[in-house]
């Protein structure tokens, strides 16, 4: 016999993803109309391409098959040359999305948004 649930009724699957959707452009059109937007990004000290990967094709043979693995270097994460790579590309991350225009004020909202949904 199915018995009904005791617990709140929480919403899953499309409604979620509406919801997500209309925050989403909610948030944008408040930074859009706030003149946020306006303001042109300047980056402070990033490079204008994240840093490059060293290339070293290492060849492997599966099932007669011939795999080539250009960066078998990077699977030891505790590799000097790899961690100082996963770093630069970290600081280059960071830098290009702290010089989006608005961030901020879209990060705040969003953060007040969901303590509100709590």
């Known amino acids: 016999m199915l018995r009904p649930s005791n617990r709140r009724f929480r919403s899953t699957g499309p409604t979620r993803v509406a919801v997500a959707v209309a925050v ?16 042109p990004a300047k980056p402070t000290h990033s490079p204008s391409a994240p840093p490059r990967a060293r290339v070293e094709v290492v060849v492997d043979s599966a099932f007669g098959l011939r795999v080539e ?3 078998r270097w990077m699977e030891k994460p ?41």
């Open 69 to 71: 693995d250009p960066y």
């Open 24 to 39: 989403a452009v909610a948030a944008h059109f408040a930074v859009a109309t706030s003149g946020l937007a306006a303001k």
């Open 78 to 118: 505790d590799n000097p040359e790899f961690l100082a790579w996963i770093r630069a590309q970290g600081e280059y991350a960071r830098d290009q999305l702290d010089a989006i225009p608005g961030r901020a004020a879209i990060a705040a909202r969003l953060t007040e948004l969901s303590h509100g949904a709590q």
